[in-house]
């Protein structure tokens, strides 16, 4: 084989494998409580959840992830949420660009769809220390039936 071919047989293995650069990861957890934006989702009980996620390089992820709920009714007695969103870097600055659809199997009404859109920079404070700020809008639409949509501003900047 001459370098010309192995050359190119070199940079058509690189290729594939930049295009199949990706990372599965998986989470299980047990916790006391599964709190949401505030407020118990397990009634002050014991909670155990787990997710599936898959990573490109490229910056698309998706993934899922369940939990036990309980309302203090019978139905929902669990949620299940899917999503998929993009995220990357712009030097300092950060994005994700996203969507979560909250489910409950064995409830009618509750199911859930949020659309979201998050930033972070990176930087120093006063004192030089690292510090990131966040902000994210989500935007929630809830079960037809219930027809309510929602407009959610989450700012964060911890020193």
Sequence with gaps: MNTFSKTLLAGALMSV???????????????????????????NQLA??????????SGFYLGTWG??????????????????GFAGEMGAIGYDLGVIRYMYPSADE???NEFYLGGTKSGK???GAEKKCAV??????????LGRLRLQVIEDCSA
Excluded at 21 to 40: H, Q
Excluded at 78 to 84: F, R, T
Excluded at 136 to 145: L, N
Aim: charged share 15%; aromatic share 8%.
């Design 17 to 43: 494998t930049g295009i199949a650069a990706a990372e599965i990861s998986g989470n299980v957890s047990m916790a006391s409580d599964y709190v949401w934006r505030g407020v118990s989702q397990t009634d």
């Design 67 to 84: 939990s036990n709920v309980n309302f203090g009714t019978p139905d929902p007695s669990m949620e299940l949420d899917v999503y998929a």
């Design 48 to 57: 155990i959840s787990g997710g599936l996620d898959y990573a490109h390089d």
């Design 136 to 145: 994210a809008i989500a935007v929630e639409q809830k079960h037809p039936k």
């Design 110 to 112: 509750g199911n859930t």
């Design 125 to 127: 404070n006063g004192y």
